[in-house]
């Protein structure tokens, strides 16, 4: 029996499905999943001594690698004043400010501890602020596991959710309406089915949590002009993608001003963090000035203030000729010609959108633009390629239905090491 073996038979009677999130479980694509003791750059040490490339990236957060020099610095510099104050700190204006710089709509944000109570909050503000109750959400897009957004679609397109999750409350579900993404016809006809009911619309403008899917052009454009004439809130989720496809997210880069935007991931350094924020006439109806309830004991936490403003600080300017995300995109592009080539090479059908550090494999020869087409790949494929290439020492998500994530840390042989690796697993699939 491995390390890895034996603590996850200790972890399965002790905690359920022996892990803390579930996607951690390798249910995907079987077998147990390995346990780290160390990370460092591009680099998990298992507890087994196996050194792997990796591409989870902590899901996301791990920009510029693990354990880099200066996040630690700034973590230990933060824990010789202490862990948490329950008062406000310096730190926070500091992460306020770097967020309202970077990020273009936001005018004002709260801090919290997880993007779950950023977009939950992010919707409570919604229906607060526009005295309505409807959420349009997305299929494919994941924010996180509040009760209002845990909803999967029904059967007709313009019929109302159902629960996703066991214990949401069918009267929940109703209040959220589930469309298909980069379907700029179905949210027309949401807003004309529900006139007056609909606070808000929710998406990952970049969707990534059904593997990385990029909305057609103009549909964002189409999806901002829609809500502004309807009166609902637009809402970007971009806890995956803010500060990763640009240091302004998607917002930056497609030019399209969002109500409210959540924020998380990359923002904490590595340590637990969420932020909402947006419009200042909107985000001022939060308590204590506003009717809108939000609180977090440990939220604007200094140990992850100082971890966050090292991480945007290395966005701005890690020392390099280049700029970090020049840098990401082209280690993007790298890895998905040489899956492409790969790919060509062996006769098989695979899709790899890629932009800047966030890419995904689907082995499918449908193009992927939402979910029912993320579906049409071929998820047994991708368990046998995720493990040849566990095997050869590259760690990619242990799901067929998640993004990859690339770190300034991945520049030069890691990179190169993994195409290699890649390229081999595809030739024996
Ligand atoms: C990860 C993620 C969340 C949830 O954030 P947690 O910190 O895991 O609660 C919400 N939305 C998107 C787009 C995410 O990628």
């Not at 970007?236 to 399209?256: C, K, L, P, S």
């Not at 592009?333 to 006769?347: E, F, S």
Request: aromatic residues 8%; neutral net charge.
């Amino acid at each position: 029996m491995t390390t890895s073996e034996n603590l996850f038979a200790r972890a399965q009677q002790l905690m359920p499905g022996g892990v803390n999130s579930p996607v951690r479980a390798f249910r995907s694509v079987g077998g147990v999943p390995f346990f780290v003791k160390s990370a460092h750059g591009a680099t998990l040490h298992t507890v087994d001594d196996r050194e792997l490339i990796d591409f989870v990236c902590t899901w996301g957060p791990a920009i510029h690698g693990h354990n880099h020099p200066k996040i630690k610095a700034a973590i230990g510099a933060a824990l010789e004043l202490g862990t948490s104050f329950g008062t406000p700190h310096p730190a926070e204006v500091t992460m306020a400010e770097m967020i309202v710089r970077f990020v273009p709509s936001i005018q004002k944000v709260r801090m919290c501890n997880s993007g779950t109570e950023a977009t939950m909050t992010a919707i409570r503000l919604a229906r607060g602020f526009t005295r309505r109750d409807k959420i349009v959400k997305f299929s494919g897009c994941y924010h996180g596991h509040s009760d209002s957004l845990l909803i999967k679609a029904g059967s007709g397109a313009l019929t109302h959710g159902h629960p996703d999750s066991a214990g949401v409350p069918a009267a929940f579900a109703r209040e959220t309406i589930v469309l298909p993404f980069n379907d700029i016809a179905a949210l027309a006809a949401a807003f004309a089915a529900n006139p007056q009911l609909i606070a808000g619309v929710i998406l990952e403008p970049y969707c990534g949590n059904v593997g990385f899917i990029m909305p057609d052009a103009g549909y964002l454009a189409k999806v901002r002009a829609l809500t502004a004439q309807h009166g609902a809130v637009l809402i970007f989720d971009e806890v995956m993608t803010g500060f990763r496809i640009a240091r302004g997210g998607v917002q930056e880069r497609e030019q399209i001003v969002p109500d409210l935007t959540c924020l998380g991931k990359i923002i904490g350094g590595g340590l637990p963090v969420g932020a909402l924020g947006g419009r200042a006439e909107i985000m001022d109806y939060l308590a204590p000035i506003g009717p809108v309830y939000q609180a977090g004991t440990l939220s604007g936490n200094p140990l992850a203030m100082a971890a966050g403003i090292a991480a945007l600080r290395l966005l701005e300017d890690d020392g390099s000729d280049l700029d970090p995300y020049q840098r990401l995109d082209r280690l993007g592009r790298q890895l998905r010609d040489a899956v492409l080539a790969a790919a060509r090479a062996k006769g098989i059908a695979v899709q790899v959108p890629q932009c800047g550090a966030m890419f995904s494999i689907f082995f499918t020869d449908t193009p992927v633009r939402d979910y029912a087409t993320a579906l049409t790949s071929d998820a047994a494929l991708f368990a046998r390629f995720f493990r040849a290439c566990l095997d050869g020492g590259v760690y990619l998500a242990p799901s067929a239905y998640e993004a990859g994530f690339i770190s300034t840390a991945h520049d030069g042989a890691a990179i190169a090491r993994a195409c290699e690796i890649m390229t081999q697993a595809i030739a024996n699939l």
